[in-house]
């Protein structure tokens, strides 16, 4: 793989918009990136194997439990820094940034936030650390889209809960030592459960031949008679609306994510077209060439713009789930277009490991699906203007 010679851009002097630690925390994050990502990702990717090398500096750049207090292990950074630390490690990767966010906001966000004391003090450190890696487990083979179908279920039998039922596509689940997961007990009602590698009759095999986030482990988790110890239920929240109030926390570092996805391939293609000559001129010096640079800058610009603005929104407890859906959404969609468009300005070049477009527009393909796909996201801000639910 080439050198990495990334330069972030900033078309409308949005640097002015952050503090000072702001920057620090995401340049922090863009130098760890640079040394330590950059160098291994293609390998990595190419023999679908996640590093775990990467796990104590990730936890170094607060890229496990960004906003989590600092009481229970986190670093206690707003939520602007948290989107500019998944900006920075999706710049690398989107693998890698899945790790972080399911690690932050699908495991350490609802210890936090429907835990109790006991499981906060005993698992949110050791979280923060890298110690302990979790994975979240809410999509069934049958229920993807809509989770509230979810079969998996655990009955309580006095002294413990019995568990029983499968999840699909699970981040992190290969290796993960937790999992957060989301089953209805005898009445239907969903809750939280914490599920420790060990259990008997719990086990993840991992899913293979993916040709997107191959730098992840995805894998199922299956639950056959598993007894989970009543304390390691979520006591403060139930319903479906738990594990989607997760999903806000991760959708909206994803916003911000795929940004620094978008940023990486303009980048790259951006000085491609400044050094490859064709007809005895650089190919950026044509217009069709142009033309896509031009629509990138816009695209990223306004992306930046709509995301710090729902950072502001968040920080002030003001941002509606719909807020978040559409930054997810837009952002993503933005990057996709991005990449391929970027992958075409490399010409034959840009297929190759060589350069990051073509990791970076296959992971986005897993990106626009997760967390809710680009049609559930259209469906939400549908609903949210007309008031009608188009979903059934
Ligand atoms: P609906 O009736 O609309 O809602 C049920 C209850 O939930 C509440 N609610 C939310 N609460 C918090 N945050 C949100 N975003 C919420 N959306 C809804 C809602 O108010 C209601 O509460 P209550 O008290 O009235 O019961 O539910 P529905 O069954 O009609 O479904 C709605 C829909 C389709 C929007 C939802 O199910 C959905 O978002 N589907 C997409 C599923 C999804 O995103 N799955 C993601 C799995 S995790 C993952 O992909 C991790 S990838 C990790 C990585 O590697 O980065
Ligand atoms: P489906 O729900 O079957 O959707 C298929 C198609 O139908 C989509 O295009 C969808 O938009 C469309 N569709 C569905 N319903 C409607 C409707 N009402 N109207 C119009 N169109 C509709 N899940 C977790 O729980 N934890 C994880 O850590 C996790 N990690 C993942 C990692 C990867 C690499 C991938 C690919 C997925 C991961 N997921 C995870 C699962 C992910 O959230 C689901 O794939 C996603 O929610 C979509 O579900 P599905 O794949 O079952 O698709």
Known sequence: MKPDLYQSPDYYQLDDLLTEEHKLIRDSARAWVKKEVSPIIEEYAQKAEFPKQLIPGLAEIGGFGPYIPAEYGGAGLDQISYGLIMQEIERGDSGVRSTSSVQSSLVMYPIWKYGNEEQRNKYLPKLATGEMIGCFGLTEPDFGSNPGGMVTNFKDMGDHY??????????????????????????????????????????????????????????????????????????????????????????????????????????????????????????????????????????????????????????????????????????????????????????????????????????LESVVTYEGTHDIHLLITGMDVTGFSAFK
């Open 162 to 363: 019995l568990l029983n039922g499968a999840k699909m596509w699970i981040s992190n689940a290969p290796f993960a030592d937790i999992a957060v997961v989301w089953a209805k007990n005898e009445e239907g009602r969903i809750h939280g459960l914490i599920v420790e590698r060990g259990m008997a009759g719990f086990s993840t095999p991992e899913t293979h031949n993916k040709w997107s986030l191959r730098a992840s482990a995805t894998g199922e988790l299956i639950f056959d008679n598993v007894k989970v110890p009543k304390e390691n239920l979520l006591p403060n929240k139930s319903g479906l609306g738990a594990p989607l109030g997760c999903l806000d926390s991760a959708r909206y570092g994803i916003a911000w994510g795929a940004i620094g996805a978008a940023m990486d391939c303009y980048d790259t293609a951006l000085r491609y077209s400044k050094e490859r000559i064709q007809f005895d001129k650089p190919i950026g010096a044509t217009q069709l060439q142009q033309k896509k640079l031009a629509e990138m800058i816009t695209e990223i610009t306004k992306a930046q713009l709509l995301t710090w603005r729902l950072g502001v929104l968040r920080n002030e407890n003001r941002a509606t789930s719909a807020q978040i859906s559409m930054a997810k959404r837009n952002n993503v969609a933005m990057a996709l277009d991005i990449a391929r468009e970027a992958r075409q300005m490399l010409g034959g070049m840009g297929i190759t490991g060589e350069y990051s477009i073509m990791r970076h527009m296959m992971n």
